[in-house]
């Protein structure tokens, strides 16, 4: 009963702000406006923020471990691989294989996985590792499938794959990251003034992610596409971390390195999948459907995950 409370804990306070978000939209409080907006100021403000305060404060380059690093970056190739070597081979339709690849495999690794760790451990604790390692190689595979199974043969820009790469290099969170190795390694610590209002801005990251993923959660879209749109978000929510997190335990990661592996596997499908699905001249609608099942579903996924783990003694 113990590990229940625990992993309910861990994961329920945060689906149900996703929840007061998505009612929230429905009674009229927010509108699409908001939920852009809210957003943008999470992706480029709040959250490098937090990430910059967090490694300043727990001594980054302390726990760096470049092990862990390449697991994550091994992983994530693994599964991109092998769910565009099975979707070319067993998907009919194959102007969906694009859509399916991307949102088989791509997690929301950074909002919700910062979200669940802070909600744990009280701090980002091992998710800069593991964006270092997994979400720029998020990026670079969706544009490699979305180029070469776009529906529209010679519709994608030949400087796509540019575009991207500068997009990776100007990433706010990746620029958060570096900006705390660099402090973390310099010892640099803020001024009161300054870290007060750093604290305060970080502090929103969390609530106002959560609440802008709810408002944005549109139902009747998750029936559209419903076979292969089940069939990836069992493979998202449950098919990796079969395979994947025996490998993270006998590798001996554990607590914050193992939670923030969990993140990375089983977390939602990122909304910006369907924003570089749309982009990119594919129909979007498997993508969505994907989204939304894999948003619905994963607060019983995630919370079962975190309760086994925590049973076996590795959280």
Known sequence: MENLIYSLNATVPVFLVIVAGYIFKKIGWINEGFIKSANKITFTVTLPLLLVQDMMNNHFLEVFELRYVLYCAVVTTLCFAGTAIAARIFIKDKSIIAEFVQASYRSSAAILGTAFVLNIYGN??????????????????????????????????????????????????????LAGVVLSALKVQFPPMIDNTVSSLAKLTTPLALIAIGGSFEIGKAIKKLKPAVVATV???????????PIAVAMGFRDAKLMAIVIMLGSPTTPSCYIMAKNMKSEGTLTSSVIVLTTLFSAFSITAIIFVLRNMGYL
Do not use: H, R, S
């Not at 529209?152 to 997009?167: H, I, P, R, Y």
């Not at 493979?235 to 079969?242: D, E, R, T, V």
């Open 235 to 245: 493979l998202k929510l449950a098919g990796w971390p079969i395979i994947f997190l």
């Open 124 to 177: 980002t604790g091992m998710v800069p590792l593991m964006i270092i390692g997994a979400v720029p190689l998020y990026n670079i595979y969706a544009v490699i499938i979305l180029t070469l199974e776009c529906p529209e043969k010679g519709a994608v820009q030949d400087n796509t794959m540019v575009k991207t790469l500068k997009g990776i290099i100007t990433n706010p969170i990746i620029l958060g990251i």
